[in-house]
């Protein structure tokens, strides 16, 4: 998924020094190469952000008003399973014919393998993918789409190798130290099951926030205080997976029928689970709507979509595209803004747990 059409799936990195001025210069130089070079390893190198095969890199190809936009690809030949078992199936039972044998030695199936995939790789079209990548440079963020730990190593490191920058992710902890000046461990992981006593603490804080932001939107009827960029409806949907330390069943997933009132929604927050990920709904005025899947412990968000602008030509769509994801942004930090306050007064922190264990306690559960 691309930053410039569809849904987009990311997670959000902070700039913490300037980028250099030939960076996109840089990002040339490690730039991806050509396909017939790519062998059987993968290959990894940048793009610019229309498509996977472009690797001309430049302002007139990657930047687009104030942004950058790359992808990292990575590239390599494979020959489908099912085809090079058959191949070697039949070589293997040619080769027992020629010799008069009914089987053969493994490391004659071995070399017979190999001679195979040397005949049979170079003709194999290569495998493409991407990890795409916006910088911001007005707000010195950067939005990337690595959703595993695995792909953000990857783009953490050939981003610094070309600019000599590393971006730092921006989690629920890095928030909390940028927000408050403090230590995730000093936010209070509060117990909400009524079953349960006031000391039982449990989950991350971005699902310990995810948790309380279900709790805020349905004591408000789903309508956000009044902010500088007007007001907002939000609603928690499924489906939602909440989540426990400790033995026992330690996830429960809830798709079906209606999941945040359903039963299953409510005997999981009765023996403590957080809440882990849930699809969140963002309304302004009419016709504008945000929905996203969020991870609430690393704040990895999937298949946003954003309201449609007007703008028909390529620049202003992509601006417009990243401008609406930066609303959505803001409006989940000034949230999670109000959670660590709270959170960290003592008084409005107990008044969230009372009232939140007889939130949970009344639920209908469905």
């Known amino acids: 998924m691309s930053f410039d059409k569809g849904p987009m799936t990311f997670r959000v990195c902070r700039l913490m020094d300037d980028l250099p001025e030939d960076v996109l210069d840089r990002f040339a130089e490690l730039c991806a190469p050509a396909l017939d070079q790519i062998r059987d390893e993968p290959v990894i190198g940048w793009v610019s952000g229309r498509h996977l095969l472009e690797t001309r890199i430049d302002s007139e190809t990657s930047q687009l008003g104030n942004f950058y936009h790359l992808c990292l690809r990575q590239a390599e030949r494979k020959i489908p399973a099912p085809l090079l078992n058959a191949e070697c199936k039949m070589a293997e039972l040619a080769a027992m014919a020629a010799k008069g044998v009914d089987h053969l030695k493994r490391q004659e199936k071995q070399e017979i393998k ?29 939005y990337v789409g690595a959703t595993t730990e695995r792909q953000l190593d990857l783009f953490l490191d050939f981003f610094r190798k070309a600019t000599g920058v590393e971006p730092v992710p921006v989690t629920p902890d890095f928030l909390a130290q940028e927000i408050l000046g403090t230590d995730a461990t000093e936010i209070p992981a509060l117990n909400i099951s009524p079953e349960l006593p006031d000391d039982a603490q449990g989950g991350s804080v971005g699902e310990n926030f995810l948790t309380w932001l279900w709790y805020f939107q349905e004591e408000r009827g789903g309508v956000l205080p009044p902010s500088r960029l007007g007001e907002f409806a939000l609603m928690i949907d499924g489906p939602l997976v909440l989540a426990a330390e400790g033995g026992g069943a330690l996830e429960s997933a809830i798709r079906k029928g209606t999941p945040t009132i359903s039963a299953e929604a409510k005997a999981a927050l009765m023996v403590g689970k957080k809440l882990r990920s849930a699809k969140v709904l963002l309304a302004r005025g009419k016709g504008e709507e945000w929905s996203v899947t969020m991870d609430a412990r690393e704040f990895v968000f999937r298949s946003l979509k954003v309201p449609e602008g007007e703008a028909m030509e390529a620049v202003s769509i992509f601006e417009d595209r990243m401008t609406n994801l930066n609303i959505f942004l803001c409006v989940i930090r000034a949230l999670f803004q109000l959670y660590l306050k709270e959170m960290t007064d003592p008084a409005k922190a107990a008044d969230y747990q009372a009232k939140a264990k007889e939130w949970v306690k009344n639920r209908r559960g469905e």
């Open 114 to 142: 190999q001679e195979i995939k040397e005949r049979m790789l170079p003709n194999m079209p290569p495998q493409l993918s991407g990890i795409p990548v916006s910088v911001d440079l007005a707000e010195k963020l950067v």
